[in-house]
């Protein structure tokens, strides 16, 4: 079973930066896409970010530009860096297998705000 634990969340001024990471066990990561997504309470979970197995990259236009998503298969972990933050970007952060396909992990709260 594919375990996922995500981490780097907190609270942050706008226009400031965060860089979450997500680390999954129980697969050879290296052959899936994965994928960032954020919830709002009381709302779906969106894809915000994707990365291929080749590295090919994806963004929601809402973060575009601030966002950037890298993976390290050694070490079986995706990250978002996140700049440039707006309290629109407040929300749960998971990662996922694109789909999604696993079980979500916990999570990390993101709050954006002064």
């Known amino acids: 079973q594919v375990q996922l634990v995500e981490s780097g969340g907190g609270l942050v001024q706008p226009g400031g930066s965060l860089r979450l990471s997500c680390t999954a066990s129980?697969?050879?990561?290296?052959?899936?896409?994965m994928g960032w997504y954020r919830q709002v309470s009381g709302t779906k979970r969106d894809l915000v970010a994707h990365i291929r197995e080749d590295g090919g990259r994806g963004y929601a236009d809402s973060v575009k530009g601030r966002f950037t998503i890298s993976r390290d298969n050694a070490k079986n972990t995706v990250y978002l860096q996140m700049d440039n933050l707006k309290p629109e970007d407040t929300a749960v952060y998971y990662c996922?297998?694109?789909?999604?396909?696993?079980?979500w992990g916990q999570g990390t709260q993101v709050t954006v705000s002064s």
């Open positions: 129980g697969t050879p990561f290296s052959i899936w896409a």
């Open positions: 996922n297998a694109l789909g999604p396909l696993w079980t």
